[in-house]
Each structure stands twice: as structure tokens, then as C-alpha cells.
T-cell receptor, first 116, second 112 residues
């Protein structure tokens, strides 16, 4: 499968614990995005990387959240001191980085987080 | 700030009937709009984008800037069209951000 992959697919944790998710984009895609989706809502933008540079962070991304993309390849999203409100599906997407208009974001299967 | 509104959470039609999924947007710049679809147990995937002016799986969508709408239409719905549909707007602020803003989605059910 050459699509976007995410690990783990499911994560159950206790409140206060730290969790880390990984996203492997489609090779040669230089843009990588993280979104969060809660029940009954569409995906909401969290942050975005152009190669290894994190260029935009949503206000949704509190200081407990940190994302990295070392070497411009895979990315990790870490949530520290998890809260029940962090329970959601975390989606990763990647795109080639063409001129806007022919830009397609390809989504991974997501990581479903449940904070008890 | 940009916003995408999908007024219908649920839409149910019979096979062979026309279907229209509504999408309205609010954006100060020049909008680029997309429809994404999520079939049961599958990942979110692009269905079509307004710039391409294409028909995918019989679906079309026309951008109406006057009404700020981008409704998705299909003249004859099929059972395999049953899925969650999301309208999304691509914001490009100065060429440095390509985030998508999604609506809440419409669950389409096509009954036999």
C-alpha cells in the first residue's frame, strides 16, 4: 500500500498519560497535515508542514500538543497529559506541493484516541 | 475566517432518484472547493474539485460565487453512493498555508 499510513490505528490511554502518533506520508510528498475529527464533525485543521518546517498551527493545538517532521519524511504528533476532551480521530494527510488548484490532499486511515 | 456549511446531516433517497447535497461557504478570498467522500470503513478520499470541472462517478458540482454555494449533484443515485460526504474549502493565505476547512458532512443513504 503506497498511501498515507498511520500508527497506531487505535489508542486507549488514561487521563494524564502522554501519547504519540506516527504518520508516514506518500513518498515524495513534501506537505504534511494533521487534522482532528470528533463525533459529528468534519476534520479540523491542526498543523501543517512544508518539508521539515512547521508553517502553521491552529489555535486548537494547545501547548500540550507538539508535532515534528524530522528530515521532512514521517511526522509524529505527541499529546502530553492527555485529557478526555482529546478523544478524537487524528487524521494525517499529505500532498505533493503543486500549485494550488491541482493540490490534492491524500488522507491516512486515522488514529482513534480514547482517553479514559 | 472561512466557513463551510452543510445544512443536511442526513439525506435519504431511493435508487435512481436525483440527489443534491448542499454546501455553502464563506471566504474572503478566491475559493477553491472540494468534495470528499468517506465510504464505510474506508479513508477520506477526494471525489471532485471545482477547478477541474469534472464529473466523477456521475457526480458534478458547480461553484456559484453569487450564492457562495458548491452543491453536489447526481441525476440518478446508486446504492454504492451511500457514504458520508464532506464539502471542503482550501484556504491559501499568501501561498504559505494550504489547509482545508471542512463542513460537518452529510450522510447519504441510497435505498433500494
Amino acid at each position: 500500500d503506497t498511501g498515507v499510513s498511520q500508527n497506531p490505528r487505535h489508542k486507549i490511554t488514561k487521563r494524564g498519560q502522554n501519547v504519540t502518533f506516527r504518520c508516514d506520508p506518500i513518498s515524495e510528498h513534501n506537505r504534511l497535515y494533521w487534522y482532528r475529527q470528533t463525533l459529528g464533525q468534519g476534520p479540523e485543521f491542526l498543523t501543517y508542514f512544508q518539508n521539515e518546517a512547521q508553517l502553521e498551527k491552529s489555535r486548537l493545538l494547545s501547548d500540550r500538543f507538539s508535532a515534528e517532521r524530522p528530515k521532512g519524511s514521517f511526522s509524529t504528533l505527541e499529546i502530553q497529559r492527555t485529557e478526555q476532551g482529546d478523544s478524537a480521530m487524528y487524521l494525517c494527510a499529505s500532498s505533493l506541493g503543486r500549485t494550488s488548484g491541482r493540490e490534492t490532499q491524500y488522507f491516512g486511515p486515522g488514529t482513534r484516541l480514547l482517553v479514559l | 475566517a472561512q466557513r463551510v456549511t452543510q445544512p443536511e446531516k442526513l439525506l435519504s433517497v431511493f435508487k435512481g432518484a436525483p440527489v443534491e447535497l448542499k454546501c455553502n461557504y464563506s471566504y474572503s478570498g478566491s475559493p477553491e472547493l472540494f468534495w470528499y467522500v468517506q465510504y464505510s470503513r474506508q479513508r477520506l478520499q477526494l471525489l471532485l474539485r471545482h477547478i477541474s470541472r469534472e464529473s466523477i462517478k456521475g457526480f458534478t458540482a458547480d461553484l456559484n460565487k453569487g450564492e457562495t454555494s458548491f452543491h453536489l449533484k447526481k441525476p440518478f443515485a446508486q446504492e454504492e453512493d451511500s457514504a458520508m460526504y464532506y464539502c471542503a474549502l482550501l484556504s491559501n493565505s499568501g501561498g504559505s498555508n494550504y489547509k482545508l476547512t471542512f463542513g460537518k458532512g452529510t450522510l447519504l443513504t441510497v435505498n433500494p
